[in-house]
């Protein structure tokens, strides 16, 4: 069982940048291909950006794309997603999620999720 826990969320002006953290226990972080996703209110939950078990190969979705980076230290266990430039309509709960399977992580079926953190961009 991997449990996970974002942190970095938070209340922030257009412009300005944050970087999320998702840290996962269990000794199998290299396993999993990890991914980031978003849901705001009253709209579906939407795939973010998504890393493979190696930190070689990243994907993005185009409404980050250029604007964000997702990354992992395996030895911390933990996922990095980095904002920057954030706008209003970045406003949502931001999950992560594992899996071993990196399609399946970007297409969210991932096997665990984290609780979510809020973050919020203001004009």
């Known amino acids: 069982q991997v449990q996970l826990v974002e942190s970095g969320g938070g209340l922030v002006q257009a412009g300005a940048s944050l970087r999320l953290s998702c840290a996962a226990s269990g000794r199998t972080f290299s396993s999993y291909a990890m991914g980031w996703f978003r849901q705001a209110p009253g709209k579906e939950r939407e795939f973010v950006a998504a890393?493979?078990?190696?930190?070689?190969?990243?994907y993005y979705a185009d409404s980050v794309k250029g604007r964000s980076t997702i990354s992992r230290d395996n030895a911390k266990n933990t996922v990095f997603l980095q904002m920057n430039s954030l706008k209003p309509e970045d406003t949502a709960v931001y999950y992560c999620?594992?899996?071993?399977?990196?399609?399946?992580?970007?297409?969210?079926?991932?096997?665990?999720w984290g609780q979510g953190t809020q973050v919020t961009v203001s004009s």
């Open positions: 890393i493979n078990r190696s930190g070689g190969s990243t």
């Open positions: 999620a594992g899996g071993r399977i990196f399609s399946a992580v970007v297409a969210g079926h991932g096997d665990y």
